[in-house]
């Protein structure tokens, strides 16, 4: 009975080993998945940031965006506008020079020429001797 004793105790400390490595492993891989949940929550933590970011960025960029291709059509639009009144004024330009070197102009300036042209000057020095004396008299 002592020897089938022995053995049974034998082989309950075997058993018993054996369950205690089994439990030394489980907790190890409990562990094990703990720090790699944490991990995969720190990560998923950070992608949730990263995706909020690149959200406000987005939106940030599309206003921009907007906004640049609104100014880009006043901008053209002015340019339009500056390039038709540039030509008219040409035109204008072009049409006064004409009108002043066709011939009836020609004319006009050559008979009108002597209307234009100082005969005679007078200067009156009394006047500005009389001023003379007055700031003197100022003074």
């Not at 009975?1 to 018993?16: G, I, P, Y």
């Not at 002015?78 to 038709?84: A, Y």
């Amino acid at each position: 009975a002592n020897a089938e004793e022995a053995d049974s105790q034998k082989a309950f400390e075997e058993l018993m080993a054996t369950k205690q490595k089994e439990l030394e492993t489980l907790q190890a891989t409990l562990e094990q998945q703990k720090a790699d949940d944490a991990s995969k929550l720190k990560k998923l933590a950070e992608s949730e940031e990263l995706q909020d970011n690149t959200k406000t960025q987005l939106e940030a960029d599309e206003k921009f965006f907007a906004e640049t291709k609104d100014g880009c059509k006043v901008k053209a639009t002015e340019w339009n506008d500056r390039s038709r009144l540039r030509t008219m004024e040409l035109q204008g330009v072009s049409k006064a020079v004409e009108i002043l070197t066709n011939e009836d102009a020609q004319k006009i300036f050559q008979a009108s020429t002597s209307t234009f042209v100082q005969l005679s000057a007078i200067t009156h020095r009394a006047s500005s001797q009389r001023r003379n004396s007055v700031y003197q008299k100022l003074a």
